[in-house]
């Protein structure tokens, strides 16, 4: 009897582990289809084109959703134990927050970046190993879970303060050199530019805040202590302080623009050494997220 419930459960594991496989490579495959689509709505200026890469990249995001589900069920705990499953949220959060604002603020050109970059990630990480996995007890706390889905979508808003900032700082010198290029009627104005990039800051510093409380709490329930010095700590407390100036100066400095463009882009490159960098180059409580 106890033979048959075990066999049972092995066969659930192993159809659930083949329904990850499957939905992985479809998220991968309608990131793909979004992409070709939303790239040609830059060329063509084409509104279809991009209703049609926006529904694709709904039909991905929602079976993203429905991939991380699964997982976390076959699991029994959010999918970041290692690299591949880290790389995917992270996708997962990016692609969340760009279609919240694509909804609000109605800004199509920004899914020509953000499906290239998505799918080109998540092709990376469908082709990095997934070894057998062995439960970890660390991850099953519910502090862990929200610790990460809100770090990973604060840095999600922050990676797309970057695109904007981009998008802004190409506008700028169009404008200023007095070249209609390609991009200048494709970009939005200025203004809208600047305001979307505060938007997607203000957004993800209240996410990154909370993702370090949890993380405190979570390291004070499971190590004795709220704060350690942890090289990801430390940097994350640094990523928390420079996105807090950027956020400080806008109010009370107006900083705006280019500063805030050139920032957003500086602030992306911290946020990518506190999320890789740390955990590759240094040790700490977090190598776990990156393992493979």
């Known amino acids: 009897m106890a033979c048959t419930g075990f066999n049972a459960i092995s ?22 289809l979004s992409t070709i689509w939303y790239l040609a709505f830059v060329a063509f200026q084409k509104k279809f084109l991009a209703q049609i890469g926006g529904g694709q990249l709904w039909a991905g995001f929602s079976s993203h959703l429905v991939l991380i589900i699964v997982t976390y069920f076959r699991i029994g705990h959010i999918p970041a134990h290692n690299l591949q499953y880290s790389l ?87 404008i200023k050199g007095k070249r209609r290029g390609f991009f200048y009627n494709r970009i939005p104005a200025l203004e809208h530019l600047d305001q979307m990039g505060y938007a997607c800051i203000a957004i993800g510093f209240p996410m990154l805040t909370i993702g370090i409380m949890t993380g405190c709490i979570y390291a004070q329930l499971h190590w004795g202590h709220y704060w350690n010095w942890d090289p990801k700590e430390v940097w ?56 493979f």
């Not at 862990?144 to 970057?162: E, P, Y």
């Not at 400080?248 to 911290?270: E, K, M, P, T």
């Open 11 to 32: 066969g659930l594991t192993m159809n659930l582990e083949s329904l990850t496989d499957i939905l992985f490579a479809l998220v991968l495959f309608l990131y793909a």
């Open 236 to 291: 994350s407390a640094m990523t928390w302080l420079f996105y807090a100036a950027i956020l400080h100066g806008r109010v009370a400095l107006g900083w705006r623009g280019r500063r805030q463009s050139y920032l957003a882009i500086i602030g992306i490159f911290l946020v990518l050494f506190t999320f890789l960098g740390v955990n590759f180059l240094l040790k700490g409580h977090h190598g776990d997220f990156t393992s």
């Open 88 to 174: 995917s949220l992270t996708v997962w959060a990016l692609v969340a927050v760009y279609l919240f604002f694509q909804f609000s603020l109605n800004i199509r050109i920004l899914g020509a970046i953000v499906t290239p970059i998505s799918t080109l990630i998540l092709a990376f990480a469908f082709c990095l190993p997934n070894p057998e996995f062995a439960m970890n007890k660390q991850f099953e706390s519910i502090w862990v879970s929200v610790h990460v889905i809100t770090s990973f979508i604060g840095n999600g808003a922050f990676a797309l303060a970057a695109c904007v900032g981009i998008l802004y700082l190409i506008q700028e010198k169009a």
